[in-house]
Structures are given as structure tokens and as C-alpha cells.
């Protein structure tokens, strides 16, 4: 092996090691909160490894005494109750340290999973729209529950185990000779360096095989969730083999973290069995030979048996050890994944008092090598209406995305009421905007929570006045199950003008300043879009709106219209204006009425 490979494995290891303090470092300022239960724990944990290591002492006094002709009762029986107070002692401390840590370990997962699902809504669009929900569900299931047996182990199994060795070899050296003592810590040493090294080794494995579970689990809650399209097109058997894919290449690795545990097993095994033979084999010499007593056999044996008999489980506990930090690790990477969007240092709330929104000379591209808006300028005057048309792909949907500040401008600036969104915090400039989506998306839920959505603060009466208002309420009541009816995953069971409905009246209860109509009705029919077209038009009438739309029947009443195309706006004015210019919105305009009545009645 080349110099080169050596350094190159040595930076491995060392990037190993700084990747598990750091996840373990992480983890303090949670535990640390409850700092005094975490101090009466370890206090628990030092009282029971000490009663622990003194009962063998306590065996061997008990032995010699009634080994000797002038044993009397009275003597062995004081050592033989202090033998049972030092055995109750080291599991009742034991048990209480166990009582006494549980709330900083279970207020820990539930510390830790409450940031990593507020930082989850933070991030950005550009991250939601690229995740994969099933692996980011995984990862934050596993690094939980990885929390609680990462601070089990670490604490209260190996820092014990590892304590009570070298107890027990100091002990052995003092109370009997040097060779015991060094016995003990070199086959120590030995059975740590087999499990450090091959475990480090084998984490390569149970890696991949966690990311590929990930993977697996992703791809099996994305197809359930496309449900009706593998259905539509017939692929549920493309669906299972590509499951079963990612199924078999988990299946290797973990077929791979199998064969390098059993590999790891055997060496500890052999290791812990060399030690015992030469610990046994030394004892037996001293009392053969006179050097010690009967009771120095039976508290070597004692010992060997309280120590060993932990250190057996050394392996199992470093390894998943090491699988805790890996998934807490992952988790914590979800944690400390950066913000796209962020609201500046001295930002401060938005008061809205007329609701004028200006665009000034904005351009921005989601990817360097597309602009998709290019030195954009208009203005919506507070309570009036603007639309924007256009073909797909033309830049209307981002205006809306900006607006929203899903994503910042690369260029110019949006402000309302003459200050820029940058300067104003996200959460007080969203509540000013509601949106009605092309694609309204409910939770599976009962109608009541999807409309209380807009403000779930909101009195009963006031979620039923927004379902009036979007003409949604008789048929809510005509429902069986009424207000609490189940709308499905997504909201599947509703029709889509239905959807659109509860979009509205959710809208309508968070009461906003300005109203964002994202391709509102594009996906309805001609029929139930002329009915939510009117509610939607009544809505926008008493605020601040921009429309952004494909067909143009749904924008004719809007103050001003704006034309776009590839990122720029070519024509701007009113329907009648527009027509007149005989351009590009002309154009439009004659196609769409022609298709409209080349279209058979419904």
C-alpha cells in the first residue's frame, strides 16, 4: 500500500471521528437544560458502579473468613448483609438513575424533532420542491429514536462498563499483583481497538444500507401518493420492480453489514476468552502455591464475571452507538441545512395601509442559465386589480412566487406600501397575502379544519360566514357527515371545483390584504369556472389583487392587464384597450373564443 493510501485512510478516520463528536456535541445544549438531573444521574451511576465493584471484596472476606478453623457466625453474617445491601444498592442506584434521566432523554426528542420540523417548513420552496417525503420522514423517525439510545449507551452503558474495568484493574493490582491489573486493561484495550477498528470499518455499510431504507421508503410513499397515476397508465408492475430494486441493492449492503458483524463478533469473542483463561489460570497458580486465598480465586471469578460479562455487550453497544450518531447525524443535517430565504437582522412586521404592491425592475432566474423574468415593472394600486398573461413557461406563476418571497429577486425590488419585502419579516408579509392556488392541496382532514386553515383561531361562526361567501355551505350541510367529513388525502374525494371552494373560503377567513389568484380556475370545467370565476371576482374587488391566468375570460374586468412573454412584459392595458392594439393580446384573445366555441356544449 502506497504513502498515499495510508494518509488518505488516516483522513478518513479522522473525518469519521470529527463527524461523531460532532453529532454527539450537538446534543449537549439539549441535555444540558436540565443540567441538575443530568449531574443526580451520573452521581446515581458513580454510587452504583462503586457499590458494584465492592461486592467481589465484600465475597472474598465472606469466603476467607469461613474458610478459617476459628469462623464464628456472628462475623461472616455482618459481611454477608452487607453483601446484600451492596447488591440492592448497585440496582436500586441504577434503577433511580434510569427514573431520574428519562425526562431529559424523552424532552431531548422532543426538543430535537420540534426544530427539525419547524426548520423543514423555513427552508425554501426550491428545497420542498426537490425533497422526497418519504426519506425525510425516515430520517427524522430514525434520528429521534436514535436520540434516546445514542444518550442511553453512551452515559449509562459504555461510560459505566469502561469505569468498572478500571475499577476493577486498579483493584486487582493493589489487592493481589501488577499482572492482573495489566491482564485486564491490555485484553481492554485489545477488544476495544478489534470493535473501534472493524465497527469504523463496517459503518461504510450500515450507511448505505440506512440510505438506501431511505430511498426505498421514499419511493414506496411516492408512488402510494401517485396512486390513481400508476393505476391510469398500468404500471403497477414497473412501480414493484422499481421497489424492488431499491430493495435488493439494501439487501446487499445490509448483507454486507451482516458478514462484517459476524467477523467482529468472532474477534471480540476471542479476545474476551484469552483474557478470562489467563485471569483463571493466574488465580489458580497463587492458590496453588500458596500466594493467595481461596477467596482471591472466587473474587478474581467474581470480577470476571461482572466485568466481562458487560464488556461481551461492549460490541453491540458501540456499533449501535455508532448507528444512533449515523442517523442522528442525518437528522441533524436536515437541522442545519441553510435557509434560502431569511428575514433580515432589524426586520420589522408589515403594516399594511393600503396594500399598493410595486414590482421595480425585477429579474430573476431560478437557475443561472435561465432568466425567467427580465427588468419587470408595474404596480398594483391598493385595491385595484392586475392580471398577467401569457403561455406557459412565461414568468406569470413567479411573480406570485415572489410576491410570497418563496424566493428573493436577483434584481430591482418588490415593495408594498413603498417598502421592500426584504426588510419585513415573513411571517408578517405572508399573513397580509392569501392565495388561491391552481392546484388547492387539503389536508386529510375533515372539511372544518380545511377551512379553519386560513385562521384556526377563528369563532365557528365565523368559518361557516367564509363558507357562505364561497357558495360552499349547502352543499357541506348536504353531506352525511357534514362539516366532519374526511376530504382524503390531498382532498382526492372532493371534485375540483369543490377543492377550489374550500380554497376560497379558507382564503376568505384569513381576511388578507392582498389576494394572489394563481390560475384559480385552469383545471374546471367551463361550467363550475363561470360560477367560482364570479365569487373570485367579487373577492378581489375590496383588495389589493394580482390574477395571474391562462385564459383571458377570467381576467376582462381586471384594471389593468399585463402581457408577458419569456420573462418580459410586452403589452399592458386595460381588456378594450388591449384588443384595440390588435398585438399579442389580440391574438390570444381571437384563438381562445374560437376554441371556446369550437367546443362541443358540455
Not at 450507511?207 to 414506496?220: C, H, I, M, Q, V
Not at 386529510?444 to 365557528?460: F, L, M, V
Not at 364570479?534 to 391566468?549: D, M, N, P, Q, V
Not at 402581457?563 to 399592458?572: A, L, S
Request: hydrophobic share 45%; aromatic share 8%; with cysteine.
Amino acid at each position: 500500500m502506497s504513502p498515499h493510501s495510508f494518509h488518505s485512510s488516516d483522513n478518513a478516520s479522522e473525518q469519521i471521528v470529527q463527524t461523531d463528536l460532532r453529532a454527539i456535541s450537538r446534543l449537549f445544549p439539549y441535555l444540558w437544560e436540565f443540567r441538575g438531573r443530568v449531574l443526580l444521574s451520573l452521581s446515581l451511576l458513580l454510587g452504583a458502579k462503586l457499590a458494584s465493584v465492592s461486592v467481589p471484596l465484600v465475597l472474598k472476606k465472606i469466603i476467607d473468613s469461613l474458610d478459617m478453623s476459628h469462623a464464628s457466625l456472628v462475623f461472616p453474617l455482618t459481611l454477608i448483609i452487607a453483601y446484600g445491601l451492596l447488591r440492592f444498592s448497585s440496582t436500586t442506584f441504577a434503577d433511580l438513575r434510569d427514573v431520574v434521566f428519562a425526562k431529559v432523554t424523552q424532552r431531548a426528542m422532543r426538543r430535537v424533532s420540534m426544530a427539525v420540523f419547524q426548520h423543514l417548513h423555513a427552508l425554501s420552496l426550491r428545497f420542498h420542491l426537490e425533497r422526497q417525503t418519504g426519506g425525510i420522514t425516515r430520517d427524522i423517525e430514525r434520528g429521534s429514536k436514535a436520540i434516546s439510545s445514542l444518550v442511553g449507551f453512551l452515559l449509562f452503558r459504555i461510560t459505566p462498563t469502561v469505569l468498572e474495568i478500571l475499577m476493577v484493574a486498579v483493584i486487582l493490582f493493589i489487592k493481589l499483583d501488577w499482572v492482573f491489573g495489566m491482564i485486564t486493561l491490555l485484553t481492554l484495550a485489545v477488544y476495544v481497538a478489534f470493535t473501534v477498528t472493524i465497527t469504523d470499518w463496517r459503518t461504510q455499510f450500515v450507511r448505505r444500507a440506512n440510505t438506501l431504507d431511505s430511498e426505498a421508503y421514499g419511493r414506496a410513499i411516492d408512488s402510494l401518493l401517485n396512486y390513481e397515476t400508476v393505476k391510469y397508465f398500468g404500471n403497477e408492475r414497473y412501480e414493484a420492480d422499481r421497489y424492488d430494486n431499491s430493495l435488493a441493492e439494501w439487501e446487499r449492503a445490509a448483507l454486507q453489514s451482516q458478514r462484517s458483524l459476524g467477523f467482529l463478533n468472532a474477534a471480540q469473542a476471542g479476545t474476551i476468552a484469552i483474557g478470562v483463561t489467563l485471569m483463571v489460570l493466574r488465580a489458580a497458580e497463587g492458590v496453588v502455591g500458596g500466594t493467595l486465598t481461596l477467596g482471591d480465586l472466587v473474587m478474581v471469578n467474581a470480577y470476571l464475571l461482572q466485568m466481562f460479562q458487560p464488556l461481551g455487550f461492549l460490541g453491540v453497544m458501540y456499533r449501535q452507538i455508532k448507528e444512533s450518531i449515523t442517523d442522528v447525524e442525518r437528522m441533524f443535517t436536515l437541522l442545519h441545512r441553510p435557509k434560502e430565504i431569511e428575514d433580515a437582522q432589524d426586520a420589522e412586521k408589515l403594516s399594511v395601509h393600503g396594500g399598493e404592491v410595486k414590482f421595480e425592475h425585477v429579474s430573476f432566474s431560478y437557475n443561472a442559465d435561465r432568466p425567467i423574468l427580465r427588468d419587470v415593472n408595474f404596480t398594483i394600486p391598493a385595491g385595484k386589480t392586475v392580471a398577467a398573461v401569457g403561455a406557459s413557461g412565461a414568468g406569470k406563476s413567479t411573480l406570485a412566487r415572489l410576491l410570497f418571497r418563496f424566493y428573493d429577486v436577483n434584481e430591482g425590488c418588490i415593495k408594498i406600501d413603498g417598502r421592500d419585502i426584504r426588510v419585513v419579516t415573513q411571517e408578517s408579509l405572508r399573513s397580509a397575502i392569501g392565495v388561491v392556488p391552481q392546484d388547492t392541496v387539503l389536508f386529510n382532514d375533515s372539511i372544518y379544519y380545511n377551512i379553519a386553515y386560513g385562521r384556526p383561531d377563528a369563532a365557528r361562526k365565523e368559518v361557516v360566514d367564509a363558507a357562505r361567501a364561497a357558495h360552499i355551505l349547502k352543499f357541506i350541510e348536504s353531506l352525511p357527515q357534514g362539516w366532519e367529513t374526511i376530504v382524503g388525502e390531498r382532498g382526492l374525494k372532493l371534485s375540483g371545483g369543490e377543492k377550489q371552494r374550500v380554497a376560497i373560503a379558507r382564503t376568505l377567513l384569513k381576511n388578507p390584504a392582498i389576494l394572489i389568484l394563481d390560475e384559480a380556475t385552469s383545471a374546471l370545467d367551463t361550467k363550475t369556472e363561470k360560477a367560482i370565476q364570479t365569487e373570485l371576482l367579487e373577492i378581489a374587488k375590496s383588495r389589493t389583487s394580482l390574477i395571474i391566468a391562462h385564459r383571458l375570460s377570467t381576467v376582462v374586468e381586471s384594471d389593468e392587464i399585463l402581457v408577458i412573454e419569456t420573462g418580459r412584459i410586452v403589452e399592458r392595458g386595460r381588456h378594450a384597450e388591449l384588443l384595440a392594439q390588435n398585438g399579442v393580446y389580440a391574438l390570444m384573445w381571437a384563438m381562445q373564443q374560437q376554441a371556446e366555441e369550437e367546443k362541443p356544449e358540455e
